[in-house]
């Protein structure tokens, strides 16, 4: 992950699951009550709140119950919670406006027509923040946001239009009619200022603020349209549903940016002589991303679903422009790892575990009959994800030595997280990359060359007490470890994204001198269920380290009593998936991040300038 997106994973920290509907309502009427009591002077207290509650209560309480309704009649899908949450923050509004507009009235003496003046451009206010809300999660068009949006300013009007008792300027109806719309005689004094002129200044002033509400929306949305083809409004629509809501809205979002990629699915498996799975390490070259369970970014649980036996997902070489558009594209590589397990050839015979390092590249590996596993890592400096050419470089020079197929994992073991100008990215042309891939040339030639023996393997997993927020995923801990010719390796698979710095050092080097193995890797999954409200939730961020070294030990000797004889082998199948494409992750996180750090001053020079021509209305009219 860059710092561009990191930036843009980060802001899931300012959204939140909307409260239930009925607690926004009740606080609602409570702030009503309150503000009655300081606006109106009646004989009684509970006459002043219950007058609060009715005029500006009511309204909150109509927004609230009527906009769900009301916005999927038109095609929207706001959700109860959000539209009372909506309600509410709208009457605080309405509330700071006034009481702010009768503190300038008293201390200036310019009156209760100031007070109503600023009731109107509150309601408009209301009106345009509303619209611009649903358009953001719920709309795309702004006709068919306007009515929902209009729900609470009508509300309140209507109120004011009653019991202001502006029917009387009219030669409307009869009797009935001004019994039900002409009530100023049980409304307070303090209403009986408003006339026409009031409705037609908020009808001139919504209009205004409609108009600037379009406006700054087609502003921010022209980038977006020209360079990427899709509107930011379903970018927010979506990233707001899935970490407020839990919705896949965000999926239909990145449908529209996909590309076709083919991607190779290698599957090696372990079974008992008898035919019994008893291990079996999937790879994709997908990104697990790009957050939550959107797109790939729990692929790591839905393989281990799959398997028979323990199943151990490790992080393929690829980077976030390899994320899976849905989580649909996962069944598709599924698919393709069925069909290369079906395709497998065992055997009995395997090889030592062996090293090999160039520059900061260091890979461990081992052959199993022709095949081979490799996992690479440039621990103890900082790297994250490897790219996708650069992975497919280094089996191509690993299968260069003899080698018939090899899975070749990330480790994703050791990262400083944001920090810093490097973010440890293996790109194409990088001396990092050409270190790998070197690396993998030398360990293949090893691999290809050395003895075969009998294999045995043993293997436990824990999914221990931690949860994403934690760093750990579902898949907990899981350990394999190898014996060939008296050699026991051990592969440590942890369900999380990278490793804080010095961690994965610690946990290699406490196997091998307290458990008595030869040699071990830690590797992480890269799963991106931790990563749904936090940039940077890396293993041994939350936890301390202790406490997973303990918990890594535990689960190794329960591998190391599991040890038997074993048959391996290995296949490789294609998946034609959709994922986001070359160099899209960045420029939409790129866009994301211009859009908010611009858009703040563009909607203060908006709001400046449609306070400036209210004000000229008001002055005028």
């Known amino acids: 992950m860059s710092n561009t997106q990191g930036d843009l994973a980060s802001l899931s920290r300012f959204i939140f699951r909307a409260p239930s509907w009925y607690s926004s309502i009740a606080f609602a009427l409570l702030i009503a009550a309150f503000a009655g009591v300081a606006a109106f002077d009646s004989r009684f207290v509970l006459e002043d709140a219950w007058q609060g509650v009715f005029y500006i209560g009511v309204p909150t309480v109509a927004a609230s119950l009527l906009t769900p309704p009301v916005d999927r009649l038109f095609g929207g899908h706001l959700t109860p919670n959000r539209a009372s949450l909506l309600a509410l923050?709208?009457?605080?509004?309405?509330?700071?406006?006034?009481?702010?507009?009768?503190?300038?009235?008293?201390?200036?003496?310019?009156?209760?027509?100031?007070?109503?003046?600023?009731?109107?451009?509150?309601?408009?206010?209301?009106?345009?923040?509303?619209?611009?809300?649903?358009?953001?999660?719920?709309?795309?068009?702004?006709?068919?946001?306007?009515?929902?949006?209009?729900?609470?300013?009508?509300?309140?009007?209507?109120?004011?239009?009653?019991?202001?008792?502006?029917?009387?300027?009219?030669?409307?109806?009869?009797?009935?009619?001004?019994?039900?719309?002409?009530?100023?005689?049980?409304?307070?004094?303090?209403?009986?200022?408003?006339?026409?002129?009031?409705?037609?200044?908020?009808?001139?002033?919504c209009v205004l603020y409609v108009g600037s509400v379009y406006a700054f929306l087609l502003v921010i949305d022209r980038p977006w349209r020209n360079s990427l083809g899709v509107s930011v409004l379903d970018f927010l629509r979506g990233f707001v549903g899935h970490i407020a809501e839990g919705t896949d809205e965000l999926e239909e979002f990145f449908e529209q940016l996909g590309e076709e990629a083919v991607v190779p699915v290698t599957v090696m498996a372990f079974r008992e002589p008898g035919g019994v799975e008893k291990a079996r390490f999937v790879l994709p070259m997908i990104h697990p991303g790009p957050m939550g369970e959107i797109g790939g970014g729990n692929l790591p649980e839905r393989v281990a679903q799959e398997a028979d036996g323990l199943a151990f997902p490790p992080h393929a070489t690829a980077g976030h422009d390899f994320n899976l558009v849905t989580a649909r594209e996962v069944e598709t590589i599924i698919d393709a790892a069925d069909r290369a397990f079906d395709r497998i050839d065992y055997t009995a015979d395997a090889s030592r575990s062996y090293r090999a390092s160039h520059g900061e590249a260091t890979l461990i590996g081992q052959a199993f009959g022709e095949d081979a596993f490799m996992a690479a890592t440039y621990a103890p400096a900082f790297a994250d994800d490897v790219e996708y050419a650069v992975g497919l470089s280094a089996q191509a020079e690993a299968r260069s030595g003899g080698l018939r197929d090899v899975l070749l994992a990330d480790a994703h073991n050791c990262n400083n997280g944001l920090d810093g100008d490097d973010l440890g990215h293996i790109t194409p042309g990088s001396k990092r990359s050409f270190d790998m891939i070197q690396a993998a040339g030398q360990l293949g030639e090893t691999l290809a060359a050395a003895e075969r023996h009998s294999l045995s393997l043993g293997v436990a997993w824990d999914r221990t007490d931690w949860n994403p927020q934690d760093g750990i995923g579902p898949l907990g801990i899981r350990v394999a470890v190898t014996e060939v010719d008296d050699q026991r390796t051990a592969y440590v698979l942890v369900d999380g994204n990278n490793m804080e710095p010095g961690l994965r050092d610690r946990l290699v080097d406490h196997l091998v001198s307290e458990l008595g193995v030869d040699d071990a890797e830690a590797l992480t999954t890269d799963t991106h269920i931790v990563n749904t409200v936090e940039a940077v939730n890396q293993v041994g961020t939350a936890i301390e380290a202790a406490a997973l070294v303990e918990a890594v030990e535990t689960v190794t000797r329960e591998a190391l009593d599991d040890i038997a004889p074993v048959e391996a082998g290995m296949a490789t199948e294609r998946a034609e998936v959709t994922v986001f494409g070359n160099d899209r992750t960045e420029t939409l996180a790129s866009h994301a991040n211009a859009m908010i750090s611009m858009g703040g001053a563009l909607a203060a020079v908006f709001i400046l300038a449609v306070t400036a021509i209210s004000g000229l209305i008001f002055f005028l009219a």
């Open 89 to 205: 923050t709208c009457e605080l509004v309405v509330v700071v406006v006034l009481t702010a507009a009768g503190a300038v009235a008293v201390l200036t003496g310019l009156g209760q027509q100031f007070v109503f003046d600023a009731l109107v451009a509150a309601l408009a206010s209301i009106f345009a923040l509303r619209l611009l809300v649903i358009m953001a999660v719920s709309h795309e068009s702004i006709a068919a946001a306007i009515v929902p949006a209009s729900i609470q300013t009508v509300a309140a009007a209507a109120l004011l239009f009653i019991y202001s008792g502006t029917l009387r300027f009219f030669e409307l109806g009869g009797p009935l009619t001004r019994v039900f719309l002409n009530r100023a005689d049980q409304a307070p004094q303090e209403l009986t200022v408003v006339g026409p002129e009031t409705f037609v200044l908020l009808a001139i002033t």
